[in-house]
């Protein structure tokens, strides 16, 4: 299932707005198909550890105390070639530098509050997947 799978968040400034549902229907409408999703709210020591990849970057306490202000849906999303399918699909992490139409464009706040997240790489979208979600949540 590698490769066919990604994760996805709706961040908490996008589920404040009420774009829970547009996101999801402009997820199904770019083919995705939602495997596993959970509305939760992280906290902060779960923010840290999900995004412990970025702990030396500059904006990593930005990023987590953001993440854990607020509730999020996560969800798996499964599609050939997943990762780079969403990502290309979401935008880029600016919204004002994203593509017309693009989910981030659509929906995103600024740079920090860019309404969705997506795995970077297989193996990152194998391994947040299995933060959010077991086996016996997946359909």
């Known amino acids: 299932m590698v490769g066919n799978i990604t994760l996805t968040m709706i961040k908490p400034t996008a589920v404040k707005k009420g774009f829970i549902g547009p996101i999801l229907a402009k997820i199904a409408e770019g083919g995705f198909k939602i495997v ?3 509305f ?5 020591e779960q923010a840290q550890k ?4 970025h702990k030396e970057r500059p904006f990593y306490g930005e990023l987590t105390e953001f993440m854990s202000s607020g509730p999020i849906v996560a969800a798996v999303l499964e ?14 992490t600016d919204p ?9 464009a659509l929906y995103g706040t600024n740079l920090g509050e860019n309404a969705v997240h997506g795995s970077d790489s ?3 979208a194998h391994i947040e997947s299995y933060f959010f979600f077991s086996e016996l949540e997946r359909f």
Not at 50 to 53: I, W
């Open 79 to 92: 599609k050939d070639n997943a990762v780079q399918a969403y990502r290309e699909y979401i935008g880029a």
């Open 40 to 44: 939760t709210r992280l906290s902060l």
């Open 50 to 53: 999900f995004y412990e990849v």
């Open 36 to 38: 596993a999703m959970k």
């Open 96 to 104: 004002a530098k994203a593509a017309e139409g693009t989910i981030r």
């Open 122 to 124: 297989d193996e990152n």
